[in-house]
């Protein structure tokens, strides 16, 4: 090459350049590549956080759902604990008159429903007359009745309710549909 040769020194400056341009790119590539990595590292981390985040929540739940399986009726047993009481104080008095074992009943009753409503058993006792729920009671026998056919006509043993749920069918008698008359 002739260093006087304006051609010789472009297409050396040229090489140069070419070469520089080519590392720039190389060096852009290696620096989006660490960029990459970084976010790929950071996103892994969160990823292996949230993982056992969920697996901390769902082991908390598992543990609170088995605490209130198990203590479930506490509440209901601690409710019921003054009703033990006073039909154990009721056997302890020997020579109890007829007329203060009654009143003693009838607290203990009163101690036993409140209990009951407290812990939302409602009683099912349809009057005469009302209309037969195959949801909560139950028929045990259908006889003639003046009344509606298809209405309660006598209960026999109250049902009971728990937060709307049937605990126990109420025992009832049903009126009969009426017969046709003979031709």
Request: hydrophobic share 45%; net charge negative.
């Amino acid at each position: 090459m002739n260093a006087n040769d304006p051609t010789a020194a472009e297409t050396a400056d040229g090489a140069e350049t070419a070469s520089a341009v080519r590392q720039e790119p190389a060096a852009a590539s290696t620096a989006a590549q660490a960029d990459l990595e970084a976010r790929h590292a950071e996103l892994s981390d969160a990823y292996l956080r949230a993982k056992a985040e969920t697996e901390n929540t769902r082991r908390r739940a598992e543990e609170e759902v088995g605490k209130a399986r198990k203590f479930a009726v506490e509440s209901f047993a601690e409710s019921l604990l003054p009703v033990k009481d006073s039909l154990e104080a009721a056997i302890a008095i020997p020579a109890a008159t007829p007329e203060q074992l009654l009143e003693g009943v009838h607290a203990t009753l009163r101690q036993l429903t409140a209990a009951l409503e407290r812990n939302k058993v409602v009683e099912v006792n349809p009057p005469a007359g009302a209309k037969f729920d195959p949801h909560q009671h139950q028929a045990i026998s259908v006889v003639p009745a003046p009344q509606e056919p298809g209405t309660v006509v006598a209960v026999l043993q109250k049902g009971y309710l728990i937060a709307e749920r049937v605990l126990r069918p109420a025992l009832v008698t049903v009126s009969a549909p009426a017969e046709p008359a003979a031709a």
